[in-house]
């Protein structure tokens, strides 16, 4: 848009300035008259030639460019390519904003961009989770099998002890069944050996007789 300076004054007034952006100087002394009245425009000058339009100016060629689009059928390609777009334009105008499909489509794929680095960040959390799971339950299952192990040495031991015990327990049963028979026989070998000496003795007197 270009930006015109116009000089003007009242009938029985001094001269005064104002700015307006418009596209041609023919619509800026339109709207210097339509804005002030009858006055008489003594200079013009062009400023500025990349001027930001009003907002009103923006909301009016907002207007044309819906009703021209329209013309263009309900199927029309223009049509579908500013679908949304003028919220956007609307948005803008009312909030002095810069914002654009484009500019939140791009925002929108950085988001899903930072999500699929979420996503795989949490996937390698999780699969680091599984592979630390895989080896406790293998330290576990080692454990168990050391557990089982000694449990089954710890049988076989008390096994073994069992059946010591049950041998010592013959070995003292006989030793005290050997005692008993020894005290027999030397009973008996006493009691031979006196009747050897009686025997001996008798023997003795018919010898002596």
Same mark, same amino acid.
Do not use: H, P
């Given at each position: 848009m270009n930006e015109y300076k116009l000089a003007f004054h009242y009938p029985e007034g001094g001269t005064e300035t104002a700015y307006i952006v418009d596209r041609t100087e023919g619509a800026a002394r339109k709207v210097l008259s339509k804005r002030f009245g009858e006055v008489e425009i003594t200079d013009i000058e062009l400023v500025? $030639?990349?001027?930001?339009?009003?907002?009103?100016? +923006?909301?009016? $060629?907002? @207007?044309?460019?819906?009703?021209?689009?329209?013309?263009?059928?309900p199927d029309s390609y223009l049509k579908t390519a500013f679908s949304g777009c003028y919220e956007v334009a609307e948005e803008n105008i009312d909030m002095d904003a810069a914002f654009s499909l484009k500019g939140r489509a @791009?925002?929108?794929?950085?988001?899903?961009?930072?999500?699929?680095?979420?996503?795989?960040?949490?996937?390698?959390?999780? %699969?680091?989770?599984?592979?630390?799971?895989?080896?406790?339950?293998?330290?576990?299952? %080692? +454990?168990? #099998?050391?557990?089982?192990?000694?449990?089954?040495?710890? @049988?076989?031991?008390?096994?073994?002890?069992? @059946?010591?015990? $049950? #041998?010592?327990?013959?070995?003292?049963? #006989?030793?005290?069944? #050997?005692h008993s028979a020894t005290g027999d026989a030397q009973r008996r070998a006493e009691e031979a050996e006196a009747q050897v000496v009686q025997l001996k003795a008798k023997l003795y007197d018919y010898m002596t007789a």
């Open positions: 500025n $030639t990349d001027a930001n339009a009003t907002k009103e100016q +923006e909301r009016a $060629t907002l @207007e044309k460019i819906k009703a021209m689009v329209a013309e263009l059928g @791009e925002l929108a794929e950085g988001r899903v961009k930072d999500l699929e680095n979420e996503i795989k960040d949490l996937e390698d959390q999780i %699969n680091e989770g599984k592979r630390q799971v895989a080896l406790l339950e293998r330290e576990i299952a %080692n +454990e168990k #099998a050391k557990a089982q192990s000694t449990d089954a040495g710890i @049988e076989e031991l008390f096994q073994k002890n069992e @059946e010591y015990k $049950t #041998a010592l327990s013959q070995m003292s049963k #006989a030793l005290d069944e #050997a």
